[in-house]
């Protein structure tokens, strides 16, 4: 529960201005006479006072789930990934009356959906999950070009089957590869929650609540492309000639998405105003293709599936460019003020 203190902004000199700090806040987070604080300005103009130099990291979150006889395994899998995704480090399932079986369950699906999710203690009505991540994932940054990366090489796998240069079961590699993308997106959700519950690290790492806005988009961006990439490949295992018609509109289409997603990690509006000119041309081209294709189209109509993928790969392609260019329009108007 927050609470709020009153107090009237003293001047002292002709430019400096001072409010006292609460004696009982003080005491609770270890402030001290000459003790360095750091202030940080917030998008609506309100100051957040922080001790950088006392930062240090706390004690691993808990969120304890209690499951009764009346769940269903996939709402206990969901309240795990929302603890995961909210930041805990522990997980602590209590089971009183419920089936081991069912327990187990939801541990396994858990553990395939989440990354770094481990059993460190159990016993007949508790089982405990730690929060164990790779410390090279530690960085969201790192997190987000790997799932640009994993993503890009489905589309690319699909390409080539498409070329006839590697076979149809690798169509079947494409779609279990997005499980690992799934597991980097939850994985990034939660490292960016993790950075916006620390000011002491929004700071260091120079992230503002606004910049969080669009970075979830972007993410959710990324996992949906890589979807895209299984729908694609879902379709042309049902169908036995691939439509090689349909090979430049792809490609330029997944290109396109490459360059708008590196503009945004490299915040380049420049790259970012040059990827909606290519999502303007390509839209050009994708009208050509459906109108060539029109026979092959009613032979195989599923490959509709592949085309309206593709349209929504552009689509996204687009979005992320004019976040860019949002977030270089918000960062301007700051200077200004």
Known sequence: MSRIYRRRV?????????????????????????TEVALEVLPDLSLRLFIPARHVVGVLKEYVVNIDSSFKVHEVVREVIGGYVSGAGIIKLVFKGVKRDFVDDVVSIARDKLMGLE????????????????????DLVSIIKRILRVAMSMHEDIISYIEGTISKD?????????????????????????????????HKK????????????????????????????????????????????????????????????????????????????????????????????????????VLDAISRILSRA????????????????????
């Open 119 to 138: 059993v460190i203690d159990e016993d007949s009505t508790t089982l405990v999950l730690q929060v164990v991540v790779d410390p090279n994932l530690s």
């Open 206 to 305: 120079g992230l503002s609540h606004v910049d969080s806005i669009y970075l979830s988009l972007f993410i959710k961006s990324l996992e949906r492309f890589a979807d895209h990439a299984v729908s694609i490949a879902q379709v042309l295992l049902t169908i036995p000639i691939p439509p090689t018609n349909i090979l430049e509109l792809y490609r330029k289409a997944v290109d396109t998405f490459r360059k708008s997603a590196e503009a945004f990690i490299t915040n380049n509006k420049d790259s970012a105003v040059a990827s909606i000119r290519d999502v303007e041309e390509v839209r050009k081209l994708e009208e050509l293709v459906r109108k060539e294709i029109g026979g092959y189209l009613i032979k195989y109509p599923l490959t509709t599936r």
């Open 170 to 202: 690798s169509l079947e590699n494409v779609i279990s590869r997005d499980d690992l993308v799934d597991k980097l997106y939850l994985l990034a959700l939660r490292q960016l929650t993790t950075t916006l519950s620390d000011p002491y690290e929004m």
């Open 10 to 34: 003293q001047r002292i000199g002709s430019s400096t201005y001072i409010v006292s700090l609460p004696t009982s806040w003080a005491r609770e987070v270890g402030l001290e006479p000459k």
């Open 318 to 337: 687009m979005d992320i460019a004019e976040e860019v260019i949002d977030i270089s329009v918000f960062k301007n108007l700051q200077l200004i003020q």
